[in-house]
């Protein structure tokens, strides 16, 4: 699967390159439209669309060719992924994201935390306060008594 998967990045980078662009980042961004969960007709039309910003030509004679190979290798590029050797990244985007509201939720957590155990520990100085001049008031009343 990962021989597939190598013949279509190599078979990329080729197309890309003789449209004279950056076959890094529009390589990529195509391998991430083809494993995305879209339909078949959303990824068509994004691909149209990315190939009608790379060239003048007609654009069914480019995106003819890769719909062979992407229907044909498509399965081995999700299974090449996984074992991490074909250069394929994937989009973390979506991954990031979670992980940073994770992180925003768990810091809101521990400073709430913090915060009610500082207010715990000010209600008992606040007590201890109140009954240390509650003390000293009756040791004065008793002193005034004598």
Request: proline letters at 0%.
């Amino acid at each position: 699967m990962a021989v597939a998967t190598n013949s279509f990045d190599s078979w990329l980078s080729k197309k890309l390159q003789a449209l004279n662009t950056d076959e890094g980042v529009f390589g990529s961004y195509i391998k991430g439209i083809l494993e995305g969960d879209e339909t078949e007709d959303e990824k068509i039309e994004a691909l149209e669309s990315i190939l009608a910003g790379i060239t003048e030509d007609n654009i069914s004679k480019h995106y003819s060719q890769m719909s062979d190979e992407g229907d044909s290798e498509g399965d081995g590029e999700e299974d090449g992924a996984g074992g991490g050797d074909c250069g394929i990244e994937k989009n973390l985007n979506a991954a990031t994201i979670a992980q940073q509201e994770r992180e925003r939720r768990e810091k809101a957590k521990l400073e709430s935390q913090k915060k009610k155990e500082k207010d715990k520990e000010d209600r008992e100085k606040q007590k201890q306060l109140k009954e240390e001049k509650k003390e000293k008031r009756k040791t004065q009343k008793g002193e005034r008594r004598r």
